[in-house]
Structures are given as C-alpha cells and as structure tokens.
T-cell receptor, first 117, second 110 residues
Framework: GAVVSQHPSRVICKSGTSVKIECRSLDFQATTMFWYRQFPKQSLMLMAT?????????EQGVEKDKFLINHASLTLSTLTVTSAHPEDSSFYICSARDPRQGRETQYFGPGTRLLVL | QQQVKQSPQSLIVQKGGISIINCAYE??????FPWYQQFPGKGPALLIAIRPDVSEKKEGRFTISFNKSAKQFSLHIMDSQPGDSATYFCAASPRGKLTFGQGTILTVHP
C-alpha cells in the first residue's frame, strides 16, 4: 500500500504552547487528508478533512481555532495544536486518500503521541 | 450517534483457530466497508475492504462477509497466528469519510 509518514512520532510540551504535526504522503499525491484523534483504548475519531488549497472541514465539536490545519501542497498537511492543554494529550493520526485507488481508500500514518504537561 | 457498532470488545483465540469480529451499521448511505489492523503505538493498516455489491471477499487468511439486508459485515481470520494479536477496527464510509467501530482487541494464544 501507499506510504504516509508523520513527524514527530512523539512530542512533550508545556501547557499553553503550540505544537505542529506534519503528515506527508511519500509516494503519491493526496488532494485529501484526514486528521484523527485516538484516546487510549478507544476508537479513532475524525477531527477534520483537509483539502489541498482550501480550508479544512471540521467535525462537530472540534474547535477550528485550536486545531489549525494547513494543506499547502499535494503531499503535506499540518495540524497545529494551539495553546495546548493536558486534555489535548492524545494520539493524533493522519490519513491520506490515494486517488489512484478510488475515493475511499485511505492510508494512515504511524501517529504522533502528544503529551501536554 | 454511534453509526457503526462492533463486537466483541475483546477476543481470545487459540493458534490455528478462526477469529470472527462483527460489525453492524445504520446508515444505508454507507457504500464502502474496510477493516483495519492496529498494533500498539502505530497507525491503523488497511487489511481488506468490501463494497455492498458483493457478499464476500477473501484475501489470504482474511475474509469479509457482508449482509446488506441485515446491515452487517464481519471479518474472519482463518488459521489465526500469535502475530495477528492486535486491535481490529471496522469502518464504513459514504463518499470517503470513514466512521470507525469501537475496536476489538484480539489475542491469539500460541
């Protein structure tokens, strides 16, 4: 399958600071990427859909001013957690839609573990 | 609103046995049903997926059975191996946006 990378794999930050997470599609161009959050022993919850060159679409209950998403190129989307608080600590996972395999096929990155102290 | 219900929460199987995980959905607009495997600290990996125009799809040891009238689909893992021990998620999608089930923790004993 296609390869999606994330950076960093884990990050620890102080409360009130901002953290940027990168998601890259390595061997295909992804016009659409998705950002998920996963709490321990829970399922993946979609946060937002990121479309290249346009504003992200956020799911209900997700604060767009807190979770800034930028999809500036066909291979890179970034998620910035602004003014992070301990409750933002979670596993953040991105996925990218591979247009060569239909509109539904998504490949996931390895995830980023965020710990806010 | 939980649109995809997955069971069981956890499953223990002996090596060589068959693992069966079930999912049920409500939204009739769903038209794509993938299964993902996730190891601790890793992102989900696509295992196998099916569309509602077929009732079964097999890839190696993994089989999806799909019942459109009952709005249910299941994953069968044949000849389960200890290396299959992971969390499995079903998902469903209309037009590409995935809704995940709650996950099943599979443990395969040697």
């Amino acid at each position: 399958g296609a390869v999606v990378s994330q950076h960093p794999s884990r990050v620890i930050c102080k409360s009130g600071t901002s953290v940027k997470i990168e998601c890259r599609s390595l061997d295909f161009q992804a016009t659409t990427m998705f950002w998920y959050r996963q709490f321990p022993k829970q399922s993946l919850m979609l946060m937002a859909t990121s479309n290249e060159g346009s504003k992200a679409t956020y799911e209900q209950g997700v604060e767009k001013d807190k979770f800034l998403i930028n999809h500036a190129s066909l291979t890179l989307s970034t998620l910035t957690v602004t003014s992070a608080h301990p409750e933002d600590s979670s596993f953040y996972i991105c996925s990218a839609r591979d247009p060569r395999q239909g509109r539904e096929t998504q490949y996931f990155g390895p995830g980023t573990r965020l710990l806010v102290l | 609103q939980q649109q995809v219900k997955q069971s069981p929460q956890s499953l223990i199987v002996q090596k060589g046995g068959i693992s069966i995980i079930n999912c049920a959905y409500e939204n009739t607009a769903f038209d794509y049903f993938p299964w993902y495997q996730q190891f601790p600290g890793k992102g989900p990996a696509l295992l196998i997926a099916i569309r509602p125009d077929v009732s079964e799809k097999k890839e190696g040891r993994f089989t999806i059975s799909f019942n459109k009238s009952a709005k249910q689909f299941s994953l069968h893992i044949m000849d389960s191996q200890p290396g299959d021990s992971a969390t499995y998620f079903c998902a469903a999608s209309p037009r590409g946006k995935l809704t995940f089930g709650q996950g099943t923790i599979l443990t395969v004993h040697p």
